[in-house]
């Protein structure tokens, strides 16, 4: 696998277009080389300049939770994209203290439309289930899911 150094001036719009072209897919987080998570929906990765830290946030489990920070990286020495033959796997980012962490992805692009579909399907379900089960209101809370997880992503774009 080859690291190609992302220069820090170009951290955040990198990120931007990291973030839109990957968002959904399902990711692993590895922290250290240690497994941390794993098939999870890829929701974006942030750089903040004004606290020096890396944040990297994955899809939710219900309405409450949209997104999910799994890991933060302080002091970011460097970030590389992980690639092979031409194709993006992931991204590492290097810490002066802490231990590196790297998103990978799980299979193709394409898995992106599926892992998305699920997620707002437990966003719906959950909004159904706040409601106090009450049936006949389901496409109100799928366009609603729709909404709050479009909402989220663009955070990252």
Known sequence: ???ERILKKEWKNFLKEFNGANQFRPVRLLVDE???A???PFMGIAYEE???TVEFYVGGMDADHIDHLIHSLRSPRAIYALKEDGRLLGLEVQSAKDPKAAVEFIGEPEEAQRTK???IQKIAYSL???RGREAGR???DWYQAEELVAKMAKRFI
């Open 1 to 3: 696998m080859k690291k």
């Open 34 to 36: 240690h497994l941390v």
């Open 38 to 40: 794993e098939n999870l």
């Open 50 to 52: 004004k606290t020096k």
């Open 117 to 119: 579909h699920e997620l």
């Open 128 to 130: 159904y289930e706040k």
């Open 138 to 140: 389901e496409k109100e």
